[in-house]
């Protein structure tokens, strides 16, 4: 059993419990709702937030059950030795350094003059108010 | 009214105004998003969503189907010119297309592949209207428990066949339940889960996360995972369209993908990848000539990417009758109705007649449109997949971030967009099914104002539950889904012993 395998998933199911359990905390605090509605409003999210508290446990426990590792993707980063050669070549490169923003400048210019949609100008407002 | 004059209608209201402008940028859309390696169907669909919001439901619908068909034939450019599938539905046919591309016959391939896929894409339609109409009579019986009881089910059907751990599905789809509860309760007008924060009294967009679990998760996958992409092995593409004679050799598996297509479609969960490879295989059974296939077999490209269009129609056939979605292109689909402020559901053929055969007649046009429009835009296609990788993903990130921003001018969208990226990301590294989730946002409302209204006319009594037959059936069969694992599973066990699972979890 792959351990960085097995490592995720222990940590997923932990997320899933530690969320779960949140989900039903807050959830308690819902209003009952009138009493000609037997479910209310509050049930639906903690009987959710349960569930995936539930989820998260029987993970862990299949897991030390069965010793099978559910699949998954490989790791953030795993590439080939031929990949990350080719991801690492030339961060700062000519059509790096330039491609993204000129993309970006046409992409703007075509959505505010040619389709006008309104687009934020965030940061550059005061600049672009000029 | 019959059905030949609703059709007619609906013809008329496609064909309406820019129409016709409309069909063929989506398609067009389509077969470029379908060529890029990781933009699948469905990923060009949510990109192209919020700029659909401008137009009325039948023109967005169209649009969406036309990014849909084409997306399925643009997947298969790659495929056979660089042995690289632009969409998983595509894979089963780089087996012979790229073999037939180095046998100097790649413009043939191309051809088989628009040919063909237009007409399982075509026939797919005619059976989903036939299909469709009467199941949508049937289904006008159904009350507030079967409803539920059937959502459920399909649900817990499509979250557990989503990935490969049924656990993993389950909690996932249970994620998008969830978020359907944020904001304001419809029957009782209490406030959920809104952190008293104002932007959540309408709830979460479920546009804004659609986009981020699928598309903006992808592009941070690409970033994380850089491929070196080879160019195109042939620069000066063109298609060919297959002659008389070669139309008599890939006519059996034409049929038998048609066939294919259109029963695996109709199967919630099960898609286009699923439908390729079985053709394929069923192709090469019923071939006059199997020792072919896997060096240069005509019928080995025909038969999967029929089944890959085919499977459209197939898909539409519970996504429109009953409301729940085959594939995450239908749930985009009903997306885009809920964005129209339409409730998808079962009686969504019924109350919206005029809407359902409006897109009945468009789904012909996008499909015939694929052949003129497929040709035209091959050599766009082969530039597009030259950029560079970085390059790409940074312009349709802008993409995705305006669009969702002009859907309605609401900066909270493209944060929501990004803030579900990375959960849709997170949850790509670690198994869990995006898919599952964006289902769960679909038929979160359903489920939940179903199983409150039972309960209401039941006056808080469960067995309504069982004593209405067909809401029984269907809760015995999640039952089934939910047990069906855990039997395999203890059988496998007595006989082999165990080994850890290593295919990828599914798209």
Known sequence: ?130 | MGIFEHLLTGFAHALAGPGLLIMTAGVAWGIIGGAIPGISGAVAMALALPYTFSMDAATALIMLAGVWAGANYGGSIPAILMRMPGTPGSAAALLDGYELTRQGKAAKALGISLVCGTFGGLVSIIVLIALVVPLGNLVLAFGSPEIFALAFFGLTLIAGLSGKSMLKGLAAGAFGLLLTTVGLDTLTGSLRLTFGRRELLSGVDIISAMIGLFAVSEMFHQLAHPARRETPAVVDARTAFPTLAEFKEVWRATIVGTVVGLIVGVMPGAGATASSFVAYNEARRWSKRPELFGKGSMEGVAGPETANNAVQGGDLVPTLAIGIPGSNSAAIMLAALILHGIVPGPFLMSQHTELVFTLFAGLILVNLLMIPVGVVILRACLLALRLPPPSLVASILAIIFIGTFAADLFVLNPILALIFGVIGYGMRVTGFPPAATVLGLVLGFMVESELRRSLIISHGSWAIFVTHPISAVFLLATIGVLLYPVFLNYRRRRKTPVSPATAPAGS
């Open chain 1, 1 to 130: 059993m792959d351990s960085a395998v097995v490592r995720k998933d222990v940590i997923a199911a932990a997320v899933l419990v530690a969320f779960g359990a949140a989900v039903v905390a807050v959830g308690l605090k819902i209003p009952l709702g009138v009493a000609t509605d037997p479910l209310g409003p509050r049930t639906f999210p903690v009987a959710l937030g349960a569930g995936i508290a539930i989820c998260g446990v029987l993970l862990v426990a299949g897991m030390l059950l069965f010793r099978s590792a559910p699949a998954g993707p490989g790791l953030l980063g795993d590439m080939d030795p031929e990949d990350e050669a080719a991801a690492d070549a030339g961060p700062f490169s000519l059509t790096r350094l330039v491609g993204p923003p000129l993309v970006t400048l046409v992409l703007y210019l075509t959505f505010k003059y040619g389709l006008r949609i309104p687009v934020p100008e965030g940061i550059l407002a005061p600049l672009l108010s000029r």
